[in-house]
């Protein structure tokens, strides 16, 4: 900040008395209405922000996560079949964890697992080793290889009306049913029986060395899609054939996973979250380049108004005074009065200050010691310190511009003044 120069006895009078002012006055820059004033927008709408996500967030929580459970009812819930299959003789036990599935196994029992998503691969490696058959929804080429199952994940397709065009019985009997979602392809030779097929592919796949059945969607489980075409039929057929109980696996979140078998952090992410943030970091750099683009170098303008000289200098006290700036007032207010003091003895206002203390000590009858601690001194530490110098210098002043500066005849006229002359001594002193 350049500093200012003080033009007049008054500017510097109101320059200190705004610098120390009390604390009551008011102080310029931002208070904490005006903050707030500026900011609600931006605080308003990160709230509706996270108030959105918290309501999306509840409302979804019944959602997703009753996906092809057995106790819902809703249009993705599997209670109807979990009936039908009751109604049917079969019992249906709802079971939450992997050492639950493990307890009821039975070679006579059929266990679906309709969320593999949701399992750990130590989970899924504990399950391929039950004896039950196995009938799995979705599951892809990592749920494959925790199974244990030598089949390979092909495409993705829609859900549809399908025709079985394959030898298993069960899907014989049941005749078109919608199918669709990932298909699969046996490797290594396995024999296995595809039906449902997609171009080739197979949306079911039955792996009877594993005694395992794969399903590429679960729509045909659901609440929604049971009562058409021959989905039931399908699904009753996959799960009560072998004349056993049905083991619903429906993992509850939170629960207790086995040793080393917890998830890491990323596998936690959802897949697209990286190129997301990529995306936003492209965006990002490219609207700062767009802004970047409008900056220049600042443009100098003339005022449109006039400012008086004691509002500019009331102005910038109030600034010095906000920031406490003592050095920089006491700064402003010595180089004024050194340039009138300067333009007062008839020195030039880049003397150096030993020369200038030497002067204004001489004319004012000062200590040149005191004089250059007055005039080139340090900081005042407080206010109190700031209206003494203020004064003191204003004495200085005063003493080299009022009447008593005025230089004794000696030194204008060695030889004195003349008794015949009728001029008084300060017409003979002033020329």
């Not at 990932?182 to 080739?200: E, M, P, R």
């Not at 250059?372 to 530490?381: F, I, M, N, V």
């Not at 002043?397 to 230089?407: H, K, Q, V």
Request: neutral net charge; charged residues 20%.
């Amino acid at each position: 900040m350049t500093t200012p120069t003080i033009g007049t006895d008054g500017s510097a009078r109101d320059l200190a008395a705004n610098t120390a002012a009390a604390p009551g006055r008011t102080a310029t820059g931002p208070t904490v209405r005006t903050a707030f004033r500026s900011s609600r927008w931006p605080a308003l709408t990160a709230v509706a922000f996270v108030v959105l996500a918290l309501l999306l967030a509840v409302l979804s929580a019944q959602g997703p996560s009753r996906r092809l459970d057995p106790d819902s009812v809703g249009p993705g819930g599997a209670r109807a079949l979990a009936q039908v299959l009751r109604d049917g003789g079969v019992p249906v036990r709802r079971l939450e964890t992997v050492d639950e599935v493990v307890a009821a196994s039975r070679p006579e029992s059929t266990l679906l697992i309709p969320l593999p998503q949701a399992l750990v691969a130590r989970e899924l490696e504990q399950l391929r080793e039950l004896a039950s058959a196995k009938v799995v929804v979705g599951a892809d080429d990592e749920h494959l290889q925790a199974l244990d199952l030598p089949v390979e994940v092909q495409s993705q397709s829609e859900v549809e009306q399908r025709r079985p065009a394959c030898a298993l019985e069960v899907a014989a009997r049941a005749g078109d049913a919608d199918l669709g979602g990932l298909t699969y392809q046996a490797t290594g030779g396995v024999t296995a029986t595809g039906c449902y097929a997609v171009s080739g592919e197979a949306t079911l796949l039955r792996v009877p060395s594993r005694g395992t059945t794969l399903l590429g969607s679960g729509s045909l489980l659901t609440n929604e899609r049971l009562d058409e075409r021959g989905n039931a039929a399908l699904a009753l057929g996959l799960l009560s054939e072998r004349g056993g109980e049905v083991l619903w696996l429906v993992p509850r979140p939170g629960r207790e996973l086995p040793a080393g078998a917890r998830p890491s952090f990323r596998s936690l992410l959802p897949d697209g979250l990286g190129l997301g943030a990529v995306q936003l970091l492209v965006a990002i750099g490219v609207l700062a380049l767009w802004r970047a683009r409008r900056l220049g170098r600042v443009v100098e303008e003339p005022l449109p108004v006039v400012v008086k000289a004691a509002e500019a200098v009331e102005g910038r006290s109030r600034l010095y005074r906000a920031a406490q700036a003592r050095d920089s007032a006491s700064s402003a207010l010595r180089a004024a009065t050194r340039e009138r003091l300067a333009r007062t003895t008839g020195t030039a206002t880049s003397v150096d200050p030993t020369t200038l203390v030497g002067v204004v000590a001489e004319r004012a009858g000062r200590d040149p010691a005191a004089t250059a601690a007055l005039l080139y001194g340090d900081p005042p530490g407080d206010d109190a310190t700031l209206v003494r110098l203020v004064a003191a210098l204003r004495e200085l002043e005063a003493e080299l511009t009022g009447p008593s500066s005025a230089r004794p005849a000696s030194q204008t006229d060695p030889a004195g003044p003349n008794p015949g002359d009728a001029r008084t001594p300060k017409e003979v002193a002033d020329p």
